[in-house]
C-alpha cells in the first residue's frame, strides 16, 4: 500500500505533463486532419473496404475474431502490468524511492546551514530527509592535518569540512559515503590524507574548487549544495584575555583557552553564491559546532552577518551539548548566547534539554568537558527539546534535531 501510495504521488505530480502530451497529440491529429487527410483518401477507402468486409462476415466468424481481438488485448495489457510490477520491484526499488524522494524533497523549505566540523556534519545527515533545498555555508580556515597540507601545497581551500559536508548530503549507504573519508596509512607519502580531500584537489586542478566541489556533489547525488563561505586564502587568529595570540583553527582548537577577541588575518569578501542562498532562505540555522574554530570564523567574513539580518528567513542558533575543552571551557548557556549575539540576534536559540547519566559525564570531565545546562527561561525564542544520542557519545542526534528545526 505504501508503494502504491507513492506510485500515486508521482502520478498526481506528472498529471500536467501528461495532460499536455495528450493535448499534443489531439493538436497534431487535427492538423493531420486539416492539412494531409486529402492525400490519403485512397488509403482510407482501401481500409474503410476491408473493414466493411468483416462487417459483412456472418456473427459467428465476427464473435470468433473479436474472441481473438479480446484474447491479444488481455495478454498484452497483463505483460505490460507485469513489465510495470518487475519495474518497480525489489530489483529497481532504489530507483523507485530515489523518484520519489527526489520529488517530494524538492518542494521542502530552503535552508541555509552555517558552520563547520562534525556539528554541521551532524546537523546536514538529518536535514536532507526534510529537503534538499539545503544550502551549507562551511568554514574554509581549517588549518590542520590533510587539509593543511594540502592548502599549502596545491593553493585550494582547506578541503576537509567541505567534504565531510558533501558527505553528510548524500542519500547512499554508509558504506558507500564513508569510502571518501577513508585515510592513507602511516609510513606512506599520503599519510593523513583522505580519498575525498585528495581527490577535491585533483578536481580543482582542471577547473575550479568550486567546479570540484560542484562534480563531487554531482557524483553523490547531494541533496543540497556545499559552498565554501569565501573563497579567498585567509587565517582566523584568535587573542585570550592575558593577551596570547592564537594563529589558526588548529591552535584556536587545541590551545585557545580565554578567548577574547577573534578575527581574521585580512579581510575576506563573502561567496556570491552564499550571498543569494541566505536572500532566498525560509531558515538560517547557526550551529551546531566549535564556537571560535568552527562556527565564528564564517560570521567574520565581509557582509555575511549584514546579509543574515537583511534575510527575512527565521534565524536559529544551535547551542552545543558539550563545552570544549580549551575553546569554551567553563561556558554555561549564557556563555555561547552571547558569543553568537556579538554578531547577530537570533530568533529562536535551541537548546538540548535531556539529562544525562552521571557515569557519562564522569568520563567526558577526565577530558575536560561538561555538559551544558539550558538556560532557564519562559521567553519562547528560547526552545528546549530532547536533541542527543548519548548511546555512544554525548552529541546532537541527527533525526532529532532536524526534526526539532524543521518544526521552526
Not at 355 to 368: H, I, M, Q, R
Request: a positive charge; aromatic letters at 10%.
Amino acid at each position: 500500500m505504501n508503494r502504491l501510495n507513492k506510485a500515486l504521488f508521482l502520478t498526481s505530480n506528472l498529471k500536467l505533463w501528461i495532460i499536455g502530451i495528450v493535448l499534443s497529440m489531439i493538436l497534431v491529429f487535427i492538423a493531420f486532419f486539416i492539412g494531409f487527410l486529402t492525400y490519403f483518401n485512397k488509403l482510407s477507402t482501401i481500409i474503410l473496404s476491408k473493414f466493411n468486409a468483416l462487417l459483412d462476415l456472418n456473427v459467428s466468424a465476427r464473435a470468433f475474431i473479436a474472441v481473438i481481438l479480446i484474447i491479444l488485448a488481455g495478454i498484452i495489457i497483463l505483460f505490460s502490468i507485469y513489465k510495470i510490477y518487475k519495474f518497480f520491484s525489489n530489483a529497481n526499488k532504489d530507483l523507485f524511492e530515489n523518484v520519489y524522494l527526489d520529488s517530494t524533497l524538492s518542494k521542502g523549505k530552503k535552508i541555509v546551514t552555517i558552520g563547520g566540523g562534525t556539528g554541521q556534519y551532524t546537523l546536514l545527515n538529518g536535514l536532507k530527509e526534510h529537503t534538499s533545498n539545503i544550502t551549507a555555508v562551511v568554514t574554509t580556515m581549517d588549518s590542520a592535518g590533510s587539509s593543511q597540507l594540502l592548502k599549502t601545497e596545491f593553493g585550494v581551500l582547506p578541503p576537509g569540512d567541505l567534504r565531510n559536508c558533501i558527505i553528510a548530503l548524500s542519500p547512499f549507504k554508509d558504506d558507500l559515503r564513508m569510502i571518501f573519508n577513508k585515510r592513507f596509512g602511516k609510513n606512506t607519502s599520503l599519510q593523513g590524507h583522505t580519498i575525498g580531500n585528495l581527490l577535491l584537489t585533483r578536481l580543482a586542478q582542471d577547473s575550479d574548487f568550486e567546479t570540484a566541489i560542484e562534480t563531487m556533489q554531482t557524483l553523490l547525488r547531494c541533496r543540497g549544495k556545499v559552498l565554501p563561505v569565501t573563497l579567498d586564502n585567509v587565517e582566523v587568529i584568535a587573542i585570550s584575555k592575558d593577551g596570547q595570540k592564537y594563529f589558526g583553527e588548529h591552535e584556536i582548537d587545541t590551545k585557545g583557552l580565554n578567548i577574547k577577541d577573534i578575527f581574521l588575518n585580512q579581510e575576506a569578501k563573502l561567496n556570491p553564491k552564499v550571498k543569494e542562498a541566505i536572500k532566498d532562505a525560509d531558515l538560517i540555522v547557526v550551529g551546531p559546532g566549535s564556537l571560535y574554530s568552527s562556527v565564528i570564523p564564517n560570521l567574520l567574513v565581509n557582509d555575511i552577518v549584514k546579509e543574515i539580518k537583511k534575510s527575512k528567513a527565521k534565524k536559529v542558533y544551535v547551542m552545543n551539548v558539550m563545552t570544549q575543552y580549551p575553546e569554551t571551557h567553563g561556558f554555561k548557556a549564557l556563555d555561547f548566547i552571547a558569543g553568537i549575539k556579538k554578531y547577530f540576534d537570533p530568533d529562536y536559540i535551541l537548546m538540548n534539554n535531556t539529562k544525562v547519566s552521571g557515569d557519562k559525564l564522569k568520563n567526558y570531565a577526565a577530558e575536560k568537558k561538561f555538559f551544558v545546562e539550558p538556560l532557564q527561561t519562559q521567553d519562547k525564542k528560547y526552545i528546549c527539546a530532547d536533541l542527543i544520542n548519548d548511546r555512544v557519545a554525548i552529541r546532537h542526534d541527527s533525526k532529532k534535531l532536524a526534526e526539532a528545526i524543521y518544526r521552526l
